[in-house]
């Protein structure tokens, strides 16, 4: 443990007024959005830049709450003990900042190195093409510069954090409706962040790609159910009696693969088949996209298919119009669910179609029918297929 005496050479700098502060959210907002709109191998030198300024606002702010507690420690506000906590949360935070910016720095230079000069000339087919192949195979490295605030958005839109009399920190679940601590909580994506903004517009239409990181696009639950969400073995789908209202307020959770019904969300509380049909239980009015909820729904009736989960019950169900999606809308290219079939099943296209035809957009109605762009469509839904797998 750190002497919490020992204050790190940043923080010793006089508190942050208020006025600095707001200032501070304010820019951190505003690159918040620039960077999401941004594609980091189009504009690679504008996108590291901001993401630079970002973590240095970010540091700022680790540092201006550890002077506060240092302040209240010393004047006993608080105890010593949780002034300890303090001290380890601050050093663990800054220490992932770091890396986060020497990460940047490297992947810079590599992407520089890769793209070169056609970096800083307008986007062609393959150099499109090529973005997404690099956005997509990066799902392993989430650099926590751009998921830590992430989670603090979705943890004060969705109202999910309890802390106790003791300074405890827990987090809310709405789909197993429990508490849960830190190393249990996830920030789960709906669309994944992995694809980036590009595949992300392609799929759902420009305007949502600065929603990748938003609130719209994530929801914090369990890490036992957030793995298998991930695998697309379970999805979250409107409640039987939402067949008018817009937008969708109320969720159901439903088990697509029979066999985790049995597994533990909570050991020896609580299974997949205690939560299977679930409404959702939100402490706000905060909701995710339907249309990322639908995009997830459609990738995992399409691997269903594929593989044989649940004995082909959901997407019979979905044929037949009852129960699973019965709310109206459009939420996804009709171009993009062709493609998306096809790489999964070519014989699968004419089913996936009659089933989703409700809704689907036409590429005609979304004024991004380009032979350019519908090259690039036809390589994303490859791409976002092996991904997938």
Request: proline share 4%; glycine share 4%; with cysteine.
């Given at each position: 443990?750190?002497?919490?005496?020992?204050?790190?050479?940043?923080?010793?700098?006089?508190?942050?007024?208020?006025?600095?502060?707001?200032?501070?959210?304010?820019?951190?907002?505003?690159?918040?959005?620039?960077?999401?709109?941004?594609?980091?191998?189009?504009?690679?030198?504008?996108?590291?830049?901001?993401?630079?300024?970002?973590?240095?606002?970010?540091?700022?702010?680790?540092?201006?709450?550890?002077?506060?507690?240092?302040?209240?420690?010393?004047?006993?506000?608080?105890?010593?003990?949780?002034?300890?906590?303090?001290?380890?949360?601050?050093?663990?935070?800054?220490?992932?900042?770091?890396?986060?910016?020497?990460?940047?720095?490297t992947k810079q230079v590599?992407?520089?190195?890769?793209?070169?000069?056609?970096?800083?000339?307008?986007?062609d087919v393959e150099l499109?093409?090529?973005?997404?192949?690099?956005?997509?195979?990066?799902?392993?490295?989430?650099?926590?510069?751009?998921?830590?605030?992430?989670?603090?958005?979705?943890?004060?839109?969705?109202?999910?954090?309890?802390?106790?009399?003791?300074?405890?920190?827990?987090?809310?679940?709405?789909?197993?409706?429990?508490?849960?601590?830190?190393?249990?909580?996830?920030?789960?994506?709906?669309?994944?962040?992995?694809?980036?903004?590009?595949?992300?517009?392609?799929?759902?239409?420009?305007?949502?790609?600065?929603?990748?990181?938003?609130?719209?696009?994530?929801?914090?639950?369990?890490?036992?159910?957030?793995?298998?969400?991930?695998?697309?073995?379970?999805?979250?789908?409107?409640?039987?009696?939402?067949?008018?209202?817009?937008?969708?307020?109320?969720?159901?959770?439903?088990?697509?693969?029979?066999?985790?019904?049995?597994?533990?969300?909570?050991?020896?509380?609580?299974?997949?088949?205690?939560?299977?049909?679930?409404?959702?239980?939100?402490?706000?009015?905060?909701?995710?996209?339907?249309?990322?909820?639908?995009?997830?729904?459609?990738?995992?009736?399409?691997?269903?298919?594929?593989?044989?989960?649940?004995?082909?019950?959901?997407?019979?169900?979905?044929?037949?119009?009852?129960?699973?999606?019965?709310?109206?809308?459009?939420?996804?290219?009709?171009?993009?669910?062709?493609?998306?079939?096809?790489?999964?099943?070519?014989?699968?296209?004419?089913?996936?179609?009659?089933?989703?035809?409700?809704?689907?957009?036409?590429?005609?109605?979304?004024?991004?029918?380009?032979?350019?762009?519908?090259?690039?469509?036809?390589?994303?839904?490859?791409?976002?297929?092996?991904?997938?797998?």
């Open positions: 443990m750190a002497d919490p005496l020992s204050i790190p050479t940043r923080t010793t700098s006089l508190q942050t007024d208020e006025t600095t502060r707001d200032s501070r959210k304010r820019r951190r907002k505003a690159l918040k959005s620039s960077i999401e709109s941004l594609n980091a191998h189009l504009d690679p030198s504008t996108w590291f830049q901001l993401n630079d300024e970002m973590i240095e606002i970010d540091m700022d702010s680790l540092d201006d709450r550890f002077n506060i507690m240092h302040a209240m420690m010393r004047d006993g506000l608080i105890s010593k003990e949780r002034f300890d906590k303090v001290v380890e949360d601050y050093l663990r935070d800054t220490k992932a900042l770091k890396e986060s910016k020497e990460l940047f720095r590599s992407i520089l190195e890769g793209l070169g000069e056609a970096a800083k000339g307008p986007p499109a093409f090529c973005s997404l192949l690099l956005e997509a195979y990066e799902k392993n490295d989430r650099p926590s510069s751009l998921q830590s605030p992430f989670r603090r958005d979705l943890i004060d839109s969705y109202k999910s954090l309890s802390v106790d009399e003791a300074g405890n920190e827990t987090f809310w679940c709405p789909i197993s409706s429990r508490y849960y601590e830190l190393e249990n909580s996830v920030a789960a994506h709906v669309f994944p962040w992995f694809f980036g903004s590009t595949v992300m517009s392609l799929v759902f239409g420009k305007e949502s790609a600065q929603e990748l990181f938003s609130s719209r696009n994530g929801i914090i639950i369990s890490k036992t159910i957030e793995s298998k969400f991930d695998k697309h073995l379970v999805v979250i789908v409107p409640a039987p009696d939402q067949t008018t209202e817009q937008p969708i307020t109320r969720w159901i959770f439903r088990v697509v693969d029979k066999s985790i019904l049995r597994r533990w969300v909570v050991i020896n509380q609580l299974t997949f088949e205690d939560i299977d049909g679930k409404e959702l239980e939100f402490l706000s009015d905060a909701r995710p996209a339907a249309r990322y909820l639908y995009f997830h729904y459609v990738i995992a009736l399409l691997r269903a298919r594929k593989y044989n989960r649940g004995s082909g019950w959901l997407l019979e169900e979905a044929a037949r119009k009852q129960y699973v999606w019965a709310t109206p809308g459009k939420y996804i290219r009709e171009n993009m669910l062709k493609l998306l079939a096809s790489a999964v099943e070519h014989d699968l296209v004419p089913e996936v179609i009659a089933t989703f035809k409700p809704h689907t957009i036409l590429d005609k109605e979304s004024g991004q029918d380009t032979l350019e762009e519908n090259t690039i469509m036809q390589e994303a839904a490859k791409l976002i297929a092996d991904v997938l797998e």
